[in-house]
């Protein structure tokens, strides 16, 4: 096991070396993010961390937020105060986000359902915004719950400024603390869970992909999500499961979408192939 960890850590540092280079702008209000991938990998049923580098060091979420606005969502749905055919206004604010978008326009709706949909494949920061509007009343109410939720969740090291992931110096998360809203979305919604696993929906006549090109590539992959922002760089966040054991593995921070699924696709091969937890960093 350590020859091999060791064996990972020399093929990605060069890669680590740029991802260094194209971040080290990015600044929290409270402190600089720090540079180069951070990337953790855990069981779900144990909560064993069984590879983990810079888990705890600060990066920028981008869309990976959406995972905690989802997890309100479906909050909101367990406990009925959601139903799934409800209907989600779409405010001026909202419409007015910036791409990815669904572009529906100011005073327009959608079920919740497809809501949900729309966010978690296709990413849409107009339908987040919306859907953060019809639970909160406004965006600033309802990030005060996502971080409300993240403090009990024990995401300690996490502070959400929208519900989008859009570039802001008050979004911050560590990859332990993604992992950790992983996990949660895992455990305490099941039945929501699977809508990470959608390949793509249709909206008219346009087929919106998802962006986690993992999904029916790599065995076992059925969630969960993506991010990118130029601060942020490449970001995501996948779950599998194989002979009912279920691994997610992180990373933040990478250079390019192709460096970041080749990571995240070896990370969980060696998380099923992990026979003890590595060292922590």
């Known amino acids: ?92 604010n909202a419409a007015g986000q910036p791409a990815s978008r669904l572009g529906i326009g100011a005073n327009g709706s959608l079920a919740v359902r497809s809501a949900v949909e729309v966010v978690a494949v296709h990413s849409a920061n107009d339908i987040a915004v919306a859907l953060a509007e019809t639970l909160a009343g406004s ?21 959400f400024a929208n519900a989008t992931g859009l570039t802001d110096a008050g979004n911050v998360t560590t990859a332990r603390d993604i992992a950790t809203l992983s996990v949660a979305i895992l455990k305490r919604h099941p039945r929501d869970y699977p809508v990470f696993a959608t390949r793509s929906v249709r909206w008219g006549r346009r087929r919106l992909a998802n962006h986690n090109h993992l999904l029916g590539k790599v065995a076992g992959v059925d969630g969960i999500k993506t991010g990118y ?53």
């Open 139 to 159: 965006e600033e109410r309802f990030v005060a719950r996502m971080n409300a939720k993240a403090r009990r969740l024990g995401m300690l090291h996490t502070h």
């Open 1 to 92: 096991m350590r020859r091999f960890l060791a064996s990972i850590r020399r093929a990605w540092m060069g890669v680590a070396a740029l991802a260094a280079v194209a971040l080290g702008s990015a600044t929290p209000a409270w402190g600089r993010a720090e540079s180069r991938v951070a990337e953790v990998v855990v069981d779900v049923a144990t909560g064993s961390v069984l590879y983990a580098d810079r888990a705890d060091a600060l990066r920028h979420p981008a869309s990976l937020t959406k995972m905690m606005t989802l997890y309100l969502v479906f909050d909101a749905l367990a406990q009925g105060g959601l139903r799934p055919g409800s209907l989600v206004t779409v405010s001026p």
């Open 229 to 281: 922002t130029v601060d942020a760089g490449y970001n995501l966040a996948a779950s599998a499961r194989r002979g009912g054991r279920r691994i997610v593995a992180v990373v933040l921070g990478e250079r390019s979408i192709a460096a970041r699924d080749v990571r995240v696709a070896n990370l969980l091969e060696l998380g099923f192939g992990a026979q003890e937890p590595a060292r922590r960093r």
